[in-house]
């Protein structure tokens, strides 16, 4: 999920600001949560929210949806059956002691859910709740990538580079972006228009103490497998220490994330929004595979491609990863790219 400044995650309506929905004509809300408002029927500054943002209200898809169920009457119906004093019970309900602060801080640790980490967790639910997710799985023999990539390991360090396989992921990708298009496209709701990209800003999904930031590799297609080593691993150092800026950040067209780095084989990877695709690497792993009627030990990589399916079909998906697979197993022909 591409983190990007708050104001292009949310949209204003209205004109004054407030935190209740008697006297408010102005809240912030992301787009897919002024969606849900409108499928169900309300009036987004009707919506109950103690929420702010920048000194305005801010709803969230979880109060719409509890404004729609009644959710939020029946908890104000609640209270005010209660005697209006802290700690007590409502009428007829049975009172209970609250744990003393020393041993709720014993027993669990909170932390705010602000900033970065708020920010990324509001892009990560846009993307999802928008685009409707569906990840193809395979497996690629990376057997002859791994004895390639030794081999360019020692001469790319005598040239300052650190090399590891996310470059050769990166040329292999931009290869099959070229042969299938679709998947470096967006989807313009509002113009009712899919626009593909014909430049390759490739995303680098990125774990931080802050959470998970996604630097972007400019015009991919345009430079060398040592180039896109040397700018990765200072945006993935930047990213780490915090120090990157937000347009290094932004403009990705496709992205890849590297669940394998903690152990990880295959999972579902959250599309970077408004992308319509993003490619999710396990880990390397020595596995039995039958070659010229022989059960060797080969290194397999597994691959999880999720992709918008409002705009990308399972069979282009397959084709594209195909294509992926086939750049990782002969490495060689990323010299043609």
Do not use: C
């Not at 935190?19 to 029927?41: F, K």
């Not at 119906?77 to 002691?97: F, K, M, Q, R, Y």
């Not at 099959?176 to 679709?182: G, N, R, S, V, W």
């Not at 700018?231 to 067209?253: F, H, W, Y």
Request: proline share 5%; net charge negative.
């Amino acid at each position: 999920m591409e983190v990007t400044d708050e104001a292009d995650e949310l949209e204003l309506g209205g004109g004054a600001s407030a935190s209740t929905p008697t006297d408010r004509d102005r809240t912030l809300a992301a787009p897919a949560t002024r969606r849900l408002a409108d499928e169900e029927g309300l009036d987004i500054d009707t919506v109950p929210t103690e929420q702010t943002r920048d000194g305005e209200a801010f709803v969230t898809p979880e109060q719409v949806r509890e404004h729609a169920a009644g959710g939020v009457e029946q908890t104000a119906t609640s209270a005010e059956a209660g005697t209006g004093e802290a700690g007590e019970a409502p009428a007829g309900g049975v009172e209970l002691d609250p744990l003393p602060d020393a041993e709720v801080q014993r027993r669990e640790t909170r932390e705010p859910y602000t900033g970065v980490r708020q920010t990324i967790g509001e892009a990560m639910e846009e993307s999802k709740y928008t685009a409707p997710h569906v990840t193809h799985h395979d497996e690629a023999d990376v057997t002859r990538l791994v004895e390639t990539r030794g081999r360019l390991k020692a001469e790319a360090a005598e040239r300052g580079s650190s090399l590891s396989y996310m470059p050769f992921v990166v040329k292999a990708v931009v290869a099959a972006l070229k042969q299938y298009p679709i998947l470096n496209s967006q989807l313009d709701e509002e113009a009712g228009e899919i626009r593909k990209k014909h430049y390759y800003n490739i995303g680098i999904a990125t774990a931080t103490d802050a959470g998970l930031m996604v630097p972007v590799v400019k015009d991919a297609d345009r430079k060398g497998m040592l180039d896109i080593a040397d700018e990765m691993n200072e945006l993935v150092e930047k990213a780490r220490d915090r120090s990157i800026a937000p347009e290094e950040m932004q403009g990705g067209t496709f992205s890849i994330t590297n669940f394998g780095a903690v152990g990880g084989e295959h999972a579902t990877p959250i599309i970077n929004y408004p992308e319509t695709a993003i490619l999710g690497l396990g880990e390397i792993k020595e596995k039995p595979r039958v070659v010229d009627g022989e059960v060797v030990p080969r290194h397999v990589l597994t691959l999880s491609l999720s992709i918008d399916h409002r705009v990308i079909d399972g069979a282009e998906a397959g084709q594209f990863t195909n294509t992926v697979k086939r750049y990782l197993e002969e490495p060689e022909l990323l010299l043609l790219e």
